[in-house]
């Protein structure tokens, strides 16, 4: 869990960089691996090796990063399609 963390983290940093255009693999990576941390968060509180308390407060700040990056990967996917202006 604790690599899946730092990997995102690296996808973002690395994303932040790049150009309009070359954005969007890594935000998709991103979110792939925050996924799988709330997967992942799931199963040890089902398991009960995380309570209630500790996997609520997990998993707000997870889903949180999920939707800043998703909305971040929609503002990248809008800007780089092609200018619909003019068509019917």
Request: a positive charge.
């Given at each position: 869990?604790?690599?899946?963390?730092?990997?995102?983290?690296?996808?973002v940093s690395i994303a932040i960089f790049l150009s309009r255009e070359e954005?969007?693999?890594?935000?998709?990576?991103?979110?792939?691996?925050i996924n799988t941390l709330n997967i992942f968060l799931l199963i040890l509180?089902?398991?009960?090796?995380l309570d209630n308390?500790?996997?609520?407060?997990?998993?707000?700040k997870t889903d949180e990063i999920g939707k800043i990056l998703g909305g971040w990967l929609?503002?990248?996917?809008?800007?780089n399609s092609p200018d619909k202006t003019g068509e019917k």
């Open positions: 869990m604790d690599s899946l963390f730092t990997d995102a983290i690296e996808t954005k969007t693999p890594y935000i998709r990576l991103a979110i792939r691996k509180w089902e398991n009960k090796s308390k500790k996997y609520i407060a997990l998993s707000e929609g503002q990248t996917l809008k800007q």
